[in-house]
T-cell receptor
Framework: GQQVMQIPQYQHVQEGEDFTTYCNSS?????IQWYKQRPGGHPVFLIQ???SGEVKKQKRLTFQFGEAKKNSSLHITATQTTDVGTYFC????WGAGNMLTFGGGTRLMVKP | DADVTQTPRNRITKTGKRIMLECSQT?????MYWYRQDPGLGLQLIYY???????NKGEISDGYSVSRQAQAKFSLSLESAIPNQTALYFC???????????FGEGSRLTVL
């Protein structure tokens, strides 16, 4: 089946350091979405990328979609304790309707 | 009030028991989903429904069944629960225009 691999699984950073999580697919994606799940919470939509090479920013968060539409990244500049949580990517595949395949998530822990 | 409501939020049951998890939404979305979350495995799709008459199996449907009673209600059943079905279950709806998923608060199920 279609898979989306996400690394790293865990990341500990000192507050103020940067953080990046990566997603990869062996096949071309139609789109990719990113979600954040706070500890004890539910996933919340952050953004969707559709175009090849697309870059979008939300304050300290930068999202990229690769030129081949097989990979994506989420970069957080100068992490804060409020960034703590698990970040998931979810890839859409051509011919699969609006079905999304989730990566395993990256759990971010921030030391104050 | 939450747009996507799941009940119960927590349930402990015994092996062999029948369990039903309920989901209702006020977002008016046609598409509804049931996901299972296990640590490190992301979100795995159990079943999805594009409307009341359209129900489909996801990646891990074995041992589960669903019922779409109305546009707003989508229930997940475990006919005979087993310990490896211990997990966090999420219901979600999808906005047709954007493809964004809206998750409920989750139902934590423990099967002893």
């Amino acid at each position: 089946g279609q898979q989306v691999m996400q690394i790293p699984q865990y990341q500990h950073v000192q507050e103020g350091e940067d953080f990046t999580t990566y997603c990869n697919s062996s096949t071309t994606l139609s789109n990719i979405q990113w979600y954040k799940q706070r500890p004890g919470g539910h996933p919340v939509f952050l953004i969707q990328l559709v175009k090849s090479g697309e870059v979008k920013k939300q304050k300290r968060l930068t999202f990229q979609f690769g030129e081949a539409k097989k990979n994506s990244s989420l970069h957080i500049t100068a992490t804060q304790t409020t960034d703590v949580g698990t970040y998931f990517c979810a890839g859409g595949f051509w011919g699969a309707g609006n079905m999304l395949t989730f990566g395993g998530g990256t759990r971010l822990m921030v030391k104050p | 009030d939450a747009d996507v409501t799941q009940t119960p939020r927590n349930r402990i049951t015994k092996t062999g028991k029948r369990i039903m998890l309920e989901c209702s939404q006020t977002k008016g979305h046609d598409r509804m989903y049931w996901y299972r979350q296990d640590p490190g495995l992301g979100l795995q799709l159990i079943y999805y429904s594009f409307d009341v008459k359209d129900i489909n199996k996801g990646e891990i449907s074995d041992g589960y069944s669903v019922s779409r009673q109305a546009q707003a209600k989508f229930s997940l059943s475990l006919e005979s629960a087993i310990p490896n079905q211990t997990a966090l279950y999420f219901c979600a709806t999808m906005a047709g225009a954007t493809g964004e998923l809206f998750f409920g608060e989750g139902s934590r199920l423990t099967v002893l």
